[in-house]
């Protein structure tokens, strides 16, 4: 059973595992609110993650991050949360609400997202995943970060569709 004081469920995983679009499907099968960690940083700063990482850098993006994860544990209760691959590492992440990691293999997730009719859409909003060998070292480098952040771990290769996750996330809440 997961609940937190919150009542905030908080999705993580890497770039491409499906965070955003499951968590739409979870707020709606729990009637409630949808959250999406890159959205409000997009909104915050007027501009896409892609330019915000160009024109700014990535360590301006993390603390971005960490202080959307400051306001959400603050401000925000029964909601779930979809985040960017990288805000698993935001210091108070636990504080916020209970964690589900998305698990699946890299491959897997370049398979996912190659076959996606925006495929080349896709891949050129994420800065992270240009370069493929950087990308499978980050993903290496992540597992054991998103592994302890854990309190329920899905792995979604074990699954045929959206619907099928839901279920499952749903029997530990
Ligand atoms: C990042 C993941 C991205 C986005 C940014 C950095 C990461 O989000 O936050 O490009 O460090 O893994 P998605 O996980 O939604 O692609």
Redesign the pocket.
Same mark, same amino acid.
């Given at each position: 059973m997961i609940s937190a004081k919150s009542g905030n469920l908080l999705l993580v995983g890497?770039? @491409?595992v499906g965070?955003?679009s499951l968590a739409k499907e979870l707020a709606k099968s729990l009637k409630t609110i949808c959250l999406d960690t890159?959205k409000i940083i997009e909104n915050m700063e007027g501009k896409k993650?892609k330019r915000i990482f160009e024109l700014k850098g990535e360590e301006y993006f993390r603390k971005l991050e960490q202080d959307i994860a400051f306001w959400l544990e603050k401000n925000v209760k029964n909601s779930v949360i979809s985040t @960017? @691959? @990288?805000f698993v590492a935001v210091e108070n992440l636990k504080e916020i609400g209970k964690v589900v990691y998305l698990k699946s293999s890299f491959e897997n997730i370049m398979k996912r997202i190659e076959s996606h009719p925006n495929f080349k859409e896709k891949l050129a909003k994420?800065?992270?995943l240009q370069d493929r060998k950087k990308a499978k070292e980050l993903f290496e480098k992540r597992g054991d970060i998103y592994k302890k952040s854990a309190d329920i771990t899905i792995n979604i290769e074990k699954y045929k569709n959206r619907k099928e996750i839901i279920k499952e996330i749903m029997q530990f809440i």
């Open positions: 890497f770039m @491409g965070k955003s890159d993650i @960017g @691959g @990288g994420r800065p992270l």
